[in-house]
């Protein structure tokens, strides 16, 4: 007799018909995939320790050792000078953790499971980046509440405070759509974890810690332009912390609010697309 086969079943994934529902089945499937990743933390509390924790001692060690060795220009107290750049540091080495999950989860098959089940092709690359955004939040809590602790305040009233926490959250969210990419592009955790000693040249290169004015020229052009800069300089001025830009400074210090939205919706355009065909792409 010749053994019975089963045949090999495979899911076909028909999405809804008008675009309305499937933008909704889009959203339904990345909250659950944004619960999905807390639900991986809970199971890895490590991870999320460490991310929280991150942000507090970088306040505590670049306020007390650099705190007693930098001038702020127009004086002031040098640990509400470096708080934004603290911020936005924070916000721009988030990058590497969006690379890090994605690629962990293409290097394991976890993508692939995705792709045989019926979710939204579109909700996978949002339910990582919706995810990051919610420890963006937490962490901006934890570090806001280090801050305070020493020294650190912010003078504007609370409308400007939330629109600087605003701006951090919008650039965070801007930039998991990069790391989304890059996780999806290298597939492979152990590429993806050589590049992050890349990321601190780019936040160290700017006006986070140190003025630009001090450095040679093309460092200081290079600094200028960064987006870190111009994050940096928009969350000072939001927060009324001393650090205001020369009056012939660059354009991105002159109008950092304004640069920092441009970056951002920059950022979403190209990667929020890139991101979406590369997942897509994958299981071809």
């Known amino acids: ?18 675009r309305a529902a499937r933008a909704r089945w889009a959203l339904t499937d990345g909250v659950t995939l944004i619960g999905r990743e807390f639900g ?17 001692i970088m306040v505590v060690l670049f306020g007390y050792v650099f705190g007693s060795a930098i001038a702020v220009p127009g004086g002031g107290n040098y640990r509400e000078y470096l708080m934004p750049g603290l911020f ?11 690379t890090l999950r994605v690629a962990t989860d293409a290097s394991r098959g976890v993508m692939d499971r995705f792709r045989s089940m019926p979710v939204a092709r579109s909700a996978v690359p949002f339910g990582q980046t919706g995810a990051d955004a919610l420890h963006g939040v937490l962490a901006l809590v934890i570090m806001a509440a280090a801050g305070l602790v020493v020294g650190w305040r912010a003078h504007r009233g609370i409308v400007p405070t939330a629109e600087a ?15 989304c990419y890059l996780g999806l592009v290298v597939k492979n955790e152990q590429v993806a974890d050589q590049l992050v000693p890349l990321v601190f040249p780019v936040t160290m290169l700017s006006n ?21 800069s111009a994050l940096t300089a928009a969350c000072r001025d939001l927060f009324g912390n001393p650090g205001a830009p020369a009056a012939d400074a660059a354009w991105p210090l002159a109008h950092p609010v304004t640069a920092t939205l441009g970056w951002s919706v920059l950022l979403l355009a190209v990667f929020v697309p890139l991101s979406v065909r590369t997942y897509q792409r994958r299981g071809r």
């Not at 936005?88 to 969006?98: E, G, K, L």
């Open 40 to 56: 991986r933390l809970r199971q890895e509390p490590g991870e999320l320790i460490a991310a929280l924790i991150f942000p507090a």
């Open 165 to 179: 926490f605003a701006l951090l959250a919008l650039t965070r969210y801007a930039l998991s759509w990069a790391g």
């Open 1 to 18: 007799m010749t053994p019975a086969t089963t045949p090999a079943t495979t899911t076909t994934i028909t999405a809804p018909a008008t």
């Open 88 to 98: 936005a540091m924070v916000t721009f080495t988030s990058t590497v953790a969006v």
């Open 208 to 228: 986070s810690f140190v003025p630009t004015g001090g450095m040679p020229t093309v460092l200081r052009v290079v600094a200028d332009w960064n987006p870190v």
